[in-house]
């Protein structure tokens, strides 16, 4: 047998690692959460074999392509080409559906264009960012967006009074002086005294060179109106800039449907070719379950060779769960795991083998069901002759291993090693974390909570839920189960959208920048510059490597990039900083031997045991260390956080407020979690529930409903074939349930 062979992996907390993968067998990396398992896989394993791939083509496309740092790795031996299928949201805008992203529209367009009636033109028409088919009111989008003027102004105020009311327009901001320097207006009037003139140049005038400007108006600057301004700067484009103010920018802008092509996205002419009474959007808006039928309907020799592999693909979608998406659907509106199964049918026909498939926890977001047909995709895969590495945590992907890799034995600085290798009949006769918890038995909790009052949400009517009511119990923990594409997400989003004491917390990334760390969005960074500052004498400002105390080397990003024309960027650690991000005076100063750079790289376990006298930061501190992030460092940066660490990140926020009566609802929190680790996460949800609040949780997790005091089971299947309840109760009494695919796979659970 062949190997990958991995010798000495030191990258993040790995200790050294070395490691024999066999080649052609499908691996299942296990491990606690943050044990190390995806800096073994993903930042050595699969980033080492992009690099050197990339290193192959030329330097024109090397610098297309995303640059991959050398891992921390004495060599790899026998290294395949990977093709790496990992949990990141396909993302996109709303340009971008589950048709375009999977190709499946280029085949649909092709199918219109050749028996659609009447002839209109070739495929190129049909689509939506096609000049020639879009709808010209929307430009191809389905919807159309207008400024809130009662929103963006405040008519009370003047100009100096800060009457724009958005973050970029304040009157001491390059935008703000537009308007107050402009010499147009009278800067302590207010709005709503203005004449209908002077109005209509504050907020419709297009760009135009002034005439007798202020001495202090830019010489080449034009004056543009508000609404121009603000439609150019935050509509059109798709910059930093409207990310970064993306709270304000919803608050601003209110979106509708398209009035002309009623969010069908393609003019009159496009939309007059029919198939069977559909035109291409009527077709696209159809759920897959519904659309394989339509084609299997359609009889027509000259366009078999169209209709058939377009079957292929969507009956492929279908059969991974994902039968009740429409291929209008926007990318990034899907979930991680959603976009992965996409990513992962991509490769079901692939004829080409002997590559190295790397798959990030495909179980995430998938009903136990469901789970049993992703493993004969992996398996298929690797049954063509390709090696499959899996980073998982579900028992039942566990399960189909040829060989098991366990990394631990703890998370952080207590992980990073390789503790157990071997079949899974091997790993359950061993006594590591892992097998530990697959040999543990389960059963519903003994004593659920019994429920006084109830929270009703009432006549729910979208997607696929039609006047759909069902009461959750107060001060208790609720699971809402069912299979994927259910409605399970939708019952609760809806019912709880308006209520102003639910907090949604999910797995969408935090609103950060990569310079923003686990202390800034704790709101203690702030503090801690403030203790360093007082003890040293130095300005707070230079305890920040955004501001003063940045390094004049690398401005504070601990890296220098050097941009090589047509080669590949070229980046390496600052040898000023080496990496720290602060100039060396700052480094220079510390407090009890700690510089601020070496505060910043403290897990928050180390952090703990340092800050035992300001018990503000020990507070916030211990909220993260008791969801079972402990093992993250203070200066860590969001935007390299998995999905469920950010989950876990926004819990602790709330674990040291003294919030009551509130509804915490989650969506999938056991994602990336060890079955060990899902005691420290109940822990969390019992102090809300103590707190007087109500746990609502969305769940696939088998263990996390043996700990349900209340669960409501949505289904029977997904799509048009979902959107009911089955059942709403005591854990025990889903057991006896009709019809639910929850209720067979729970019993398993809880008699095996």
């Known amino acids: 047998m062949s190997y990958i062979r991995i010798k ?12 024999d993968i066999p080649k052609h067998k499908l691996t299942v990396f296990t491990g606690r959460s943050g044990s190390g398992k995806s800096s073994l896989v993903f930042s050595t394993l699969a980033a080492e074999s992009e690099r050197l791939l990339n290193e192959t083509y030329s330097s024109y496309i090397q610098n297309q392509l995303t640059q991959y740092e050398k891992p921390d790795v004495d060599r790899i031996e026998n290294l395949p080409v990977a093709m790496i299928i990992n949990q990141k949201r396909l993302g996109g805008n709303s340009r971008s559906t589950v048709g375009t992203i999977s190709d499946i529209y280029s085949s649909v367009r092709l199918l219109w264009s050749r028996i659609g009636e009447p002839f209109v033109g070739y495929s190129n028409i049909f689509s939506f960012n096609n000049p020639s088919g879009m709808c010209e009111r929307c430009q191809g989008l389905g919807y159309v967006e207008d400024i809130d003027l009662d929103e963006l102004i405040d008519y009370d105020r003047s100009l100096n009074e800060d009457a724009i009311r958005f973050p970029s327009f304040r009157p ?97 002419k496009v939309l007059s070719c029919k198939i069977d009474g559909l035109d291409i959007a009527d077709f696209t808006h159809l759920s897959i379950e519904a659309a394989i039928p339509f084609l299997k309907k359609l009889d027509d020799p000259k366009s078999e060779y169209i209709i058939r592999p377009l079957l292929d693909q969507m009956e492929s979608l279908a059969y991974v769960g994902l039968n009740y998406l429409t291929l209008d659907r926007e990318t990034p509106s899907l979930s991680g795991g959603e976009s992965q199964r996409i990513k992962l049918i991509r490769h079901l026909n692939s004829p080409l083998s002997d590559l190295v498939y790397i798959i990030d926890e495909p179980s995430v977001g998938l009903h136990p069901e469901d789970i049993e047909k992703i493993n004969e ?96 119990p107060k001060s ?23 209520d102003r004491n639910a907090i949604f917390i999910d797995q969408k990334p935090v609103r950060a920048s990569n310079r923003s760390n686990l202390l800034t969005y704790m709101d203690l960074f702030d503090e801690i510059r403030t203790f360093f500052s007082k003890a040293t004498g130095l300005r707070k400002g230079m305890f920040s490597y955004n ?18 024309a047509f080669m590949p960027d070229f980046s390496q650690v600052c040898e000023v900083c080496h990496g720290t991000r602060y100039r060396p005076e700052v480094l220079e100063a510390k407090v009890d031997g700690y510089s601020i750079a070496d505060i910043l790289a403290l897990t928050v376990e180390e952090a703990l045991e340092i800050f035992t ?82 746990v609502v949780i969305i769940e696939h997790n088998l263990t996390m409903m043996t700990h349900a005091d209340w669960i409501i089971d949505v289904g029977p299947g997904a799509g048009a074939k979902g959107g009911r309840i089955l059942y709403s109760g005591s854990p025990e009494g889903l057991l006896e349930a009709e019809n639910s695919v929850t209720a067979s796979h729970l019993k398993k659970y809880v008699e095996a």
């Open 8 to 19: 000495g992996a030191n990258q993040n907390n790995l200790k050294n690692v070395s490691v």
């Open 172 to 268: 001491d901001s390059w935008r703000g002086k537009r308007y107050l320097y402009s010499g147009l207006f009278d800067n302590d009037k207010k709005l709503k005294d203005y004449t209908d003139e002077e109005m209509e140049t504050f907020l419709y005038t297009k760009p135009k060179k002034l005439k007798d400007p202020p001495d202090n108006w830019p010489r080449t600057a034009k004056f543009e109106g508000l609404v121009h301004r603000f439609r150019r700067s935050f509509l059109l484009n798709d910059n930093f800039e409207k990310k970064r103010f993306m709270d304000d920018v919803e608050r601003v802008v209110t979106s509708r449907k398209c009035p002309e092509c009623h969010g069908k996205r393609l003019n009159d």
């Open 377 to 472: 995709i992996m398996c298929s895969i690797r049954d063509k002759g390709n090696t499959v590495l899996v980073v998982e945590h579900d028992p039942d992907v566990i399960d189909i291993a040829d060989h098991v890799i366990d990394i631990g034995p703890g998370a952080g600085q207590h992980g990073g090693e390789v503790i157990f290798t071997g079949t899974y009949q091997e790993l359950m006769a061993s006594d590591t974390p892992t097998g530990t918890a697959l040999k543990r038995k389960h059963e519903l909790k003994k004593d659920p909570r019994q429920p006084e009052n109830f929270i009703s949400l009432e006549n729910i009517t979208k997607n696929n839920l039609h006047d759909v009511s069902v009461d959750i």
């Open 476 to 498: 208790a923990l609720s699971v809402i189960t069912g299979v994927a594409g259910s409605g399970k997400s939708t019952l609760i989003r809806t019912g709880f959208n308006k």
């Open 547 to 564: 501001s003063e105390g940045a390094c004049p080397e690398c401005n504070g990003k601990g890296v220098i990039k050097t941009e090589l």
């Open 613 to 694: 006298t300001n018990t503000r930061v020990t507070d916030r501190l211990r909220t993260v260390k008791d969801t079972g992030l402990h093992y993250m460092t203070l200066g860590q940066s969001l935007d390299t956080l998995s999905g469920g660490e950010i989950q876990r990140v926004k819990l602790s926020r709330h674990l040291d407020s003294d919030a009551t009566g509130r509804t915490f609802i989650f969506d999938e929190p056991t994602t990336g979690l060890h079955e060990d680790d899902i005691p420290t996460l109940l822990e969390c949800f019992q102090q809300l529930i103590s707190q007087g609040n109500t």
